[in-house]
Nanobody
Framework: QVQLVESGGGSAQAGGSLRLRCVASEYINCMTWFRQAPGKGREAVAS????????YFSDSVKGRFTIARDNAEKTLWLSMESLRPEDTGTYYC?????????????????WGRGAQVTVSS
């Protein structure tokens, strides 16, 4: 079982920035950031398949969030800028083998415990 541990996040004012980090216990091809707002389901935010393909699933984060990865360090980052109150939620790092990174959370079998991000207006 691959262990995923998120860190970072916290609180920010609207327009501010935060950064999340996810460290995996071993290499896994597809790593994706999901987020879950209070009372809502998990939404795929962005993924990196380890081979250089980056996908931003949510139009609302394009141009504001950046996903990056260090395969040697088995680390995935999510840099979040120009934060909005609607970015508030719990952010999860998820992983699956194989190079295809779908937006469906059911496809992932490795999950971190989540990191809280709160953006105030």
């Amino acid at each position: 079982q691959v262990q995923l541990v998120e860190s970072g996040g916290g609180s920010a004012q609207a327009g501010g920035s935060l950064r999340l980090r996810c460290v995996a216990s071993e290499y896994i091809n597809c790593m994706t950031w999901f987020r879950q707002a209070p009372g809502k389901g998990r939404e795929a935010v962005a993924s990196n398949n380890g081979g250089g393909t980056v996908t931003y699933f949510s139009d609302s984060v394009k141009g504001r969030f950046t996903i990056a990865r260090d395969n040697a360090e088995k680390t995935l980052w999510l840099s979040m800028e120009s934060l909005r109150p609607e970015d508030t939620g719990t952010y999860y790092c998820a992983g699956k083998s194989g190079g295809h990174c779908p937006r469906n959370s059911d496809a992932y079998n490795h999950w971190g415990r989540g990191a809280q991000v709160t953006v105030s207006s």
